[in-house]
């Protein structure tokens, strides 16, 4: 029963670290879905109130990492509101679309066409926040592949 309880474990926080390379995959769930099936299994003591508040905080950065990230790599490049849903949608619909390389081309596509097709950017500017949106989303993703470490990292030391 131990291997079937931490082949469960591992293959949440497995599927939590896979949605940082697809989007639609909710990270954040599945990582706490690894620490209850944990306490389920084992025992909830080693996951007492600290661990919960640190495990929020972590999470709240992840969510402003994220949001900071976009805005920054859009708006940087001189992108507005529109190329920030640009790029969001292509980040969504990209790995889908385009296997392996969507997950960067999606965003490119999807910042670069809603500044052309909406906000009647030049060819020269789309691109810019185009490749705007990819920095922001390639920053985003080190930050909270750093932040979902330490929290896993917490989570092991404590049980």
Known sequence: MDILSWLLIIVSIIIA???LIYPV???????????????????????????????LLFMLLIFAADHLANIFGVKKYGGTKVGMWGSTI?????PFLIPFLGII???FIGAF??????NRAS??????????????????????????????????ILV
């Open 25 to 55: 995959i909710p990270s954040v769930v599945f990582l706490v879905l690894a620490y209850i099936l944990y306490g389920l299994f084992y025992s909830f003591e080693p996951l007492n109130f600290t661990f919960w508040a640190v495990q």
């Open 90 to 94: 292509g980040l969504i619909l990209g």
């Open 113 to 118: 066409l809603a500044e052309i097709l909406v």
């Open 123 to 156: 060819f020269r500017e789309a691109l810019k926040i185009g490749f705007g949106s990819v920095i922001g989303f390639v920053g985003s993703t080190i930050v909270k592949s750093v932040i979902m470490v330490i929290m896993v990292g917490y989570f092991l």
């Open 105 to 107: 081309i999606g965003p």
């Open 17 to 19: 670290f896979a949605g």
